[in-house]
Each structure stands twice: as structure tokens, then as C-alpha cells.
């Protein structure tokens, strides 16, 4: 059966899907009023209890099917894996659209992804894969992307090329994207995640929060924001996608490295920055010099006021829970939540 088949009803019905629709044909709804009996004056039951009675023997009849529907379903094994391998978090990938393979072999219905394993789509082409209690993804053209570990607690995947649309509901810290030049930690969201040929990462949150890291550099990338991401410089500084073009342009210089970040182009991000632009001045405080994030202190301090607890010695000195209080006074997102889970 279709996975889709029971969303919008496109593709094949398994049989006993099918079977199960039909015992219960009798009782869909079918866009009237409900039409009320009124009981019949006699000695015999009222009328509601002998309406439920004539519904015991279908209604019997269609829990027997639902159990057998559903234990048939999720216990046997899809095409390509042997039924000791497939566990409620094994990853199973489905084609879309286009071509899909799975370890080099095309695909033309569900199959499991064992860690190891790389799913590739074509030109134009589109997959699903997904885990029961993890989420699902959808992978775009021309994509690569390799399930590295699908244990409790720890499932990680690679993607070295293309782009993904996830929409994870595992708890925080359970789920992992690695890319050439940063991991992507999920802390309950979806997102879009872009990676080209070079190496070079783009994330875009759409809802909850993700961490992006790496070897000790982290971005924390909230709803409606971006981060980009390059080889041998790791996760940039996230941004909110409503920045001005000023705001934003500046800011990949500072990341790029291509100018002093005391000169011009740190001046014309001050000036162009909003207090959602909060969001990246606290990540520039921990990545400039003393001298640079003293001037984007003193600009973020006018924009959010610091709790107390965040003094500017505390901060400049890299204090992190000088500035973790300062985070969790914008509103953006738990940090100190996400500490722990780390």
C-alpha cells in the first residue's frame, strides 16, 4: 500500500485496508443532518438502545479487522529487509517521484535503510524516508544522503549533496544531520536543509529550533531564521530571513572574513540592526575581538537590555552563563534546556 494512500487517499489501498472501508461504508458520513428516529411508543427497549444493538455485529466486525489491519501492517517486514531488521525507528525509504535508489539498486516501492546504506534521487526526482518515532524527510533532486546510526537516542544521517525537508517529532537531541562542514541538531522542528557541491550548508528553520555545530561552534537557529555553513569555517552567524539586504550583507562579510571586523562593515551592521536582529548580535558577542564585541554589546544592550546577571565584563570575558541569561532573556528559545541535553 501506498504510504499516501491513507492521507489523500492517492495510490494502491493494501486489501485489508481496503476490506476494513467497506465493512464501514454504512456509517461514513455523508453530508446531511442527522436524521433523529423518534422512539417508537411500546413496551419494547427505546429506540437509541436498539440502534446501538443493530450496530454491535458490524461494529464487532470492524474492531476485529482494525486489529488485524494493524498488526498485520506494522509487523511485517518491508520488501528488501529480513523482519529481524525492521524496528519502529528503522528508517524505510519510498520514491515520490522521478528515480530513487537505495545502495545503487532502484527503488520502486518502500524498502528499509539499514545504517550504511546511501539513498541517491534523480534529476527532477523526489523520496520519502522516514522513522515511526523519529519523523520524516523529504529529499529533493539530486540529493545523497546515508543513515549513519539508527539506535534509540542516537539517529544520525549524512547529507553530502541536495537538499531535505524534515519535519521531526522525536524528543530534543535525538535526531542528527551531518553535512561536509556542520551537524544540524534537531530540538523538536522542521527545516529545510540545502548542501552543494562544495561542501557549501544552508539551513532554514520553519518551525521550533535547531542547533547547528561544529568541533565546539554552534548556532542556535530559531523559526523564521537561516544559517549558512562552509567547509573549514563551520556554522555561521544565524539571521533572521526579514533582515534588511544592509543587515545581511554585513554579515556575511564578518563571517567571510573579508573585512576588519572593527571597521566599516561592523558599523553598518550596527546601524542597520533591528532588535529581532538580536538574534545575530548575540552570536557575533562570542565570535569577534574584545574590542568589536564591546561595540556590538553596547548596540544589543539599546536593542534587549542584559538581565542583571549578564555585566559586560561577564559577557566580553565569554562568561556562558552571563550569556546564556542574556539568550533566554529574548525570548527566542530555551537554551539552558538545550544545555542539558547536550
Not at 568589536?292 to 542584559?306: C, E, F, G, Q
Request: proline share 9%; glycine share 10%.
Amino acid at each position: 500500500m501506498s504510504g499516501d494512500y491513507l492521507w489523500d487517499r492517492s495510490g494502491r489501498p493494501d486489501p485489508d485496508v481496503a476490506a476494513l472501508e467497506s465493512v464501514l461504508s454504512e456509517l461514513r458520513h455523508r453530508g446531511g443532518p442527522l436524521a433523529l428516529v423518534p422512539p417508537a411508543p411500546s413496551r419494547q427497549a427505546p429506540a437509541r438502545t436498539r440502534n446501538w444493538r443493530s450496530l454491535a455485529v458490524p461494529l464487532a466486525l470492524a474492531a476485529s479487522i482494525a486489529v488485524m489491519v494493524a498488526g498485520t501492517w506494522f509487523a511485517r517486514p518491508q520488501r528488501g529487509a529480513p523482519a529481524a531488521a525492521v524496528s519502529a525507528g528503522s528508517w524505510k525509504a519510498a520514491p515520490v517521484s522521478g528515480s530513487a535508489r537505495v545502495a545503487s539498486e532502484p527503488i520502486e516501492a518502500e524498502v528499509h535503510v539499514p545504517p550504511g546504506r546511501w539513498l541517491e534521487t534523480g534529476p527532477g526526482a523526489s523520496a520519502r524516508l522516514s522513522a515511526g518515532e523519529i519523523g520524516t524527510l523529504r529529499v529533493g533532486p539530486l540529493s545523497r544522503l546515508r543513515v549513519i546510526s539508527d539506535a534509540p537516542g542516537e539517529h544520525r544521517l549524512a547529507l553530502a549533496r541536495g537538499s531535505l525537508d524534515a519535519f521531526i517529532w522525536a524528543s530534543p537531541r535525538q535526531f542528527f544531520i551531518e553535512t561536509p562542514s556542520a551537524v544540524a541538531v534537531d530540538l523538536g522542528c522542521a527545516y529545510r536543509l540545502e548542501v552543494d557541491e562544495d561542501g557549501t550548508g544552508r539551513l532554514r528553520v520553519t518551525l521550533g529550533w535547531v542547533g547547528f555545530e561544529l568541533d565546539g561552534r554552534e548556532s542556535l537557529v530559531p523559526r523564521g531564521a537561516m544559517c549558512t555553513t562552509r567547509p573549514g569555517r563551520g556554522p555561521g552567524t544565524p539571521h533572521f530571513e526579514d533582515a534588511s539586504a544592509g543587515f545581511r550583507a554585513a554579515l556575511a562579510s564578518l563571517d567571510d572574513g573579508g573585512a576588519p571586523a572593527a571597521g566599516d562593515v561592523l558599523d553598518r551592521l550596527l546601524r542597520e540592526a533591528r532588535p529581532r536582529d538580536a538574534l545575530s548580535l548575540w552570536h557575533l558577542l562570542s565570535r569577534l575581538d574584545r574590542l568589536s564585541a564591546a561595540k556590538v554589546y553596547d548596540r544589543l544592550a539599546t536593542l534587549a537590555p542584559p538581565p542583571p546577571q549578564a555585566s559586560k565584563d561577564l559577557v566580553l570575558a565569554g562568561d556562558r552563563p552571563a550569556l546564556d541569561a542574556w539568550w533566554d532573556s529574548l525570548g527566542l528559545a530555551p537554551v539552558s534546556r538545550y544545555r542539558e541535553l547536550r
